[in-house]
């Protein structure tokens, strides 16, 4: 005789506190759901059809400042301090957690042309066009006291950008020439050049510390190496490069922001073909700089936009825009990776958010595993149309989107002519250029 009998063991469903959610027992065998893969269609519809309405990016704007901001300086350690400059060579520090400036002084004559904190966050340094690099405590001064810098040095050149080493004591600057200089000395250790008039920006390697890299007027992208007597390798393009900015997870790879409206992502082995052309800008690109992760990077144009790229992306995932910006001249990413932050030239620093439709504030354990569902869910059926069609859709400015469908037309005509070009010549003479190779001139080492 077969006798079945049902055997439970209290600890799959027996709560141990009230606390606790009822355990529900699931059974995962397929057949036993024939319209799984809907259900789950379905769900990713929705979630990005959520995420889409919850896309509110702006956080707050912060006001201040009497003229156009032109740079950042980030804080290496205290997430709630932005250092900002302006046209009118005033510096200001801001307290991001309550939304106020803590700090606020007349630092050089005429514009501030870059700010750079120390490796340890106790001191940053400034430059202007009044060719002084002053040294400031990143400590407000006591009640009483006058805002003075710790040490002024006078360059014999004019400066246009600054950068500090991340290991070591060192720092460099740029303007018509490459020097490398050391906190505790008034003069430079070492001057490169390399036949160029002017370099307007310079930027260390965050892995490999002791290479740097500068655009230059010539329209060139020259490499640096601090313990060389001379530069390593240059690069030249169609049109100038006004920002440099290296991937802090990948030391190889870095990107510029160029005068036709792209982007270029190299690679230090490899400077002869960029790795990737990032396009959607329709005027000048001013500044770009990476998230900390590595994965993304964020943009600002003349076109006054802000754009997020990921880095192996040809295209933008996501625009930022508000009415009253103007030309947008810096953008920083803050170190958690939440936060961008963006200068401009109406005298606004406006703070957003990394990700449009996440939510600020505390999140409890169920809802972060809900959000992470809808984000597998939303990765596993990005690929289909109506999904895709509903994530890729933005609302832009209209001289932004007259400007897009300029820019196609020229385009579309220019690749008809040179295939009729070379429909109509002898094979071989027109030879296909790719669109990686048709912004570069040359490669010097």
């Known amino acids: 005789m077969k006798v079945k009998m049902l055997s439970r063991n ?28 809907a259900r789950e269609y379905v769900r990713a519809l929705n979630a990005t059809k959520l995420d889409r309405v919850f896309a509110k990016p702006f956080v707050c704007n912060l006001s201040g400042h009497r003229d156009g901001v032109s740079c950042f300086g980030k804080h290496p350690k205290m997430l709630s301090t932005l250092a900002t400059g302006a046209y009118d060579g005033e510096v200001r520090i801001w307290d991001l957690a309550n939304r106020c400036s803590s700090r606020n002084f007349v630092a050089h004559d005429g514009f501030v042309r870059g700010i750079a904190y120390a490796r340890n966050g106790e001191r ?34 004019i400066l246009h950008g600054i950068a500090h080493n991340r290991k070591d004591n060192h720092f460099a600057t740029c303007g018509e020439v490459c020097a490398i200089w050391d906190e505790k000395h008034n003069d430079p250790l070492k001057t490169l050049k390399w036949g160029v008039d002017t370099l307007h920006t310079i930027s260390y390697n965050p892995v490999e510390t002791n290479v740097l890299a500068c655009c230059a007027s010539d329209r060139s992208i020259i490499l640096y190496d601090q313990r060389e007597a001379q530069p390593l390798r240059k690069v030249v393009l169609t049109m100038k490069s006004n920002k440099l900015a290296w991937n802090p997870m990948e030391a190889f790879n870095f990107t510029v922001a160029n005068e036709d409206c792209n982007l270029y992502t190299f690679d230090t082995r490899k400077l002869h073909t960029p790795l990737k052309v990032h396009f959607d800008h329709v005027s000048a690109v ?45 953008v920083s990413w803050s170190l958690d990776n939440r936060y961008i932050f963006s200068g401009s030239d109406e005298m606004n620093v406006r703070m957003w958010k990394a990700n449009a439709s996440e939510k600020l504030g505390v999140i409890r354990p169920r809802e972060r595993a809900n959000f992470n569902y809808q984000e597998a869910l939303k990765a596993k059926y990005a690929a289909h149309p109506q999904i895709k069609r509903i994530a890729r859709h933005r609302q832009v400015p ?17 690749q008809i002519k040179e295939a009729n070009v070379r429909k109509h010549s002898k094979k071989g003479t027109v030879p296909h250029v790719s669109e990686k190779k048709k912004h570069i001139i040359k490669e010097e080492v």
Request: charged content about 30%.
């Open 10 to 37: 209290p600890d799959n469903y027996v709560r141990e506190t009230k606390l606790q959610q009822h355990k529900v027992p699931r059974n995962y065998d397929p057949e036993l759901h024939p319209l799984e893969g």
């Open 124 to 157: 940053f340094l400034t430059v202007g066009d009044d060719k002084t690099i002053k040294v400031w405590k990143s400590e407000s001064p006591e009640v009483g006291e006058d805002e003075e810098p710790v040490n002024t040095i006078l360059s014999r050149y």
């Open 286 to 330: 001013t500044d770009v700089d990476y998230s900390p992760t590595g994965k993304e990077f964020v943009t600002a144009s003349y076109d006054k936009t802000i754009r997020i790229y990921q880095a192996h992306q040809s295209h933008s995932r996501d625009i930022y825009h508000t009415k009253r910006m103007q030309h947008v001249v810096c």
């Open 398 to 414: 209209r001289h932004v989107l007259n400007a897009q469908r300029k820019m196609r037309v020229v385009k579309e005509k220019d």
